[in-house]
Nanobody, 122 residues
Framework: QVRLVESGGGLVQAGDSLRLSCAASGRTFSSYAMGWFRQAPGKEREFVAAISWSATKYADSVKDRFTISRDNAKNTLYLQMNSLKPEDTAVYYC?????????????????WGQGTQVTVSS
């Protein structure tokens, strides 16, 4: 069983940066592919970014602005968000899957955090 806890959300202005963290319990964190999803008010949850041992993948809407990374020694996943836009406002969720390959669909993930709110004002 893996427990995921996000942190780092908040209220920022357009153009600002923010870094989200996701602390994972469990000894097998390094073998899991991990991802970030987000859900804006009134919209479905959508893929943001994913990372495995050797690969990363991004949604087109965040490519070149967001960077996903992980520190396996600290069992922590990160999402560095730069040049934030009001349309990035959402609850951001950390997710993990018991496979090594990156994935972009919700159903491919086995574990989820509770989410952290990111609000970007114009």
């Amino acid at each position: 069983q893996v427990r995921l806890v996000e942190s780092g959300g908040g209220l920022v202005q357009a153009g600002d940066s923010l870094r989200l963290s996701c602390a994972a319990s469990g000894r097998t964190f390094s073998s899991y592919a991990m991802g970030w999803f987000r859900q804006a008010p009134g919209k479905e949850r959508e893929f943001v970014a994913a990372i495995s041992w050797s690969a990363t993948k991004y949604a087109d809407s965040v490519k070149d602005r967001f960077t996903i990374s992980r520190d396996n020694a600290k069992n922590t996943l990160y999402l560095q968000m730069n040049s934030l836009k009001p349309e990035d406002t959402a609850v951001y969720y950390c997710a993990g899957r018991q496979r090594r390959v990156v994935a972009i669909y919700e159903y491919e993930y086995d574990y989820w955090g509770q989410g952290t709110q990111v609000t970007v004002s114009s």
